[in-house]
């Protein structure tokens, strides 16, 4: 059991990538967590030069807004993320998507979004986007981490001063290959792409004490020693290890996507939007799940879920209300939950290490079963249905249905965290997942926990609040 729900095993594989349901929409437990407010620009003094460097690299990047790409043709958009094509068996999987399609739909009314983590090697990439481009009539995509390192290990190398030159390239390239970077139009549907980084404040949750566990790196510690704070190289005064990253390239927003002209939203909206890192804690596991626990320090960024919400905001004084999927990559775990009225989705390719390790915490949709062969990007908008009505997958997701989120139980860990640190005084460790399999397994063979609109009602009680009524 520890050993499909494990996350990562070693700080390196963290840093590279985070390493039969019913049908319906799982929608959160009772519980929320506040979501600092984020603004384009930092309002501190202090940070002035910081806010004057993003107004100069904002300009560099006007060149490349894109206004709205009007895909009549599309009829349904499948979603993929952390495809890795360094590795060669992914590079196999994707050069046989074609001949994995059983859907009705043909490829020739397919949108593919790719939510980030192709490679850093710019050759693998342009090849994976005209792989795509063979199999699927729109692309669309944004970069994750991996695309922004300066692996000089790459083919020929990528020649970029710096990670800004990086971003640049990706950019060039995507525009040679015909690949969406800006905003799409399918119908009523709305896509739209949204540039993100990790930071050290995502994290609103409180750490593992140090008085129970010893050999927990900091989350400071942890951005330092991952890959991320190697391989990517930033003009001065802009860095990692403030909000100063992803406070740029979520500024790049506002430069590419061209919505000038709102008034194109329409009276019967939908959006979809996509990210490769997190807009909110809640979609990791918490803390004493987490082989290393402070991995949500660089995960994801506030400044994203403050954008997705006021885009939703915007929409919403348009249309007098609308669905909202966003889809995100990262952290190598399936999700599909909703949070405060949006629904988050990831499907990951992942690693073919991950599939064999834990298959059970990748799979979700078509993208499942033990024959890789038979995976296949999953669909997450049809012409006729819209948003999938049924839930698609994800362990995790579903255990945070079942489960309330409870991060203040900070003196536990989960037997296959605990392993590798040392436990102290008043430490514990998290109580058997029993319980909650035989609750899961409960709710899968009674069909009246779903409403008629496909949303899954939590009970009131979890099996552990029944024992102590019984008690």
């Not at 062969?373 to 362990?395: A, Y």
């Not at 008629?452 to 979890?462: D, F, L, R």
Request: glycine residues 4%; contains cysteine.
């Amino acid at each position: 059991m520890a050993r499909h729900l494990l996350l990562f095993s070693t700080l390196a594989a963290v840093c590279k990538g985070f390493t039969s349901p019913p049908s319906g929409i799982w929608s959160a437990r009772s519980h929320q967590t506040t979501t600092a407010p984020c603004s384009a620009q930092i309002n501190n003094e202090d940070d002035a030069p910081i806010n004057n460097h993003i107004s100069q690299l904002q300009s560099r990047f006007q060149k490349y807004r894109s206004p709205p790409f009007h895909a009549p043709n599309i009829e349904r958009v499948l979603l993929l993320s952390d495809l890795h094509c360094d590795y060669s068996e992914n590079r196999e999987w994707l050069s046989n998507l074609a001949a994995t399609d059983e859907h009705d739909v043909s490829s020739e009314q397919t949108m593919i979004l790719i939510a980030g983590d192709v490679s850093h090697d710019l050759q693998i990439l342009r090849w994976t986007f005209q792989t795509l481009k063979q199999t699927f009539a729109e692309v669309a995509f944004v970069p994750g981490n991996h695309e922004l390192w300066l692996d000089k290990s790459a083919a020929e190398g990528d020649k970029c001063a710096d990670s800004i030159d990086k971003m640049e390239r990706i950019i060039q390239l995507c525009l040679e290959e015909d690949i969406r970077i800006g905003p799409v139009k399918v119908g009523s549907l709305w896509i739209v792409p949204l540039l993100s980084w990790h930071h050290l404040s995502f994290d609103s949750e409180p750490p593992i004490c140090s008085e129970s566990w010893a050999g927990i790196p900091s989350a400071s510690r942890t951005v330092k020693l991952g890959a991320d704070y190697r391989k990517t190289v930033w003009p001065h005064p802009i860095t990692p290890l403030d909000d100063s990253v992803a406070q740029l390239m979520d500024s790049l927003n506002d430069v590419i996507l061209d919505f000038d002209n709102i008034d194109e939203w329409g009276e019967d909206a939908t959006i979809l939007t996509f990210s490769h890192f997190l807009p909110r804690v809640e979609l990791l596991p918490e803390k004493r799940y987490l082989s290393l626990p402070t991995l949500p320090a660089c995960s994801g960024s506030t400044f994203l879920e403050s954008r997705l919400r006021e885009l939703n905001e915007k929409m919403l004084s348009k249309t007098g209300g609308m669905k909202h999927l966003h889809a995100f990559g990262h952290s190598h775990l399936a999700y599909d939950l909703v949070v405060e009225d949006v629904r988050y989705v990831h499907v990951p390719l992942a690693y073919p290490r991950e599939w064999e390790q834990r298959r059970r915490s990748l799979e979700i949709g078509t993208m499942a079963g033990d024959e890789g062969h038979r995976r296949f990007p999953v669909s997450i908008w049809e012409k006729d249905t819209n948003f999938p009505s049924e839930w698609l997958g994800g362990w995790w997701s579903k255990y945070y249905t079942i489960m309330k989120r409870e991060p203040h139980r900070t003196k536990e860990l989960a037997p296959w965290v605990a392993r590798r640190f040392k436990q102290r005084n008043s430490a514990a460790i998290v109580e058997d997942f029993n319980h909650v399999k035989m609750e899961m397994k409960h709710k899968l063979q009674h069909p009246s926990h779903w409403n008629a609109k496909g949303t899954w009602y939590a009970e009131k009680e979890t099996m552990k609040d029944k024992k102590q009524n019984a008690s």
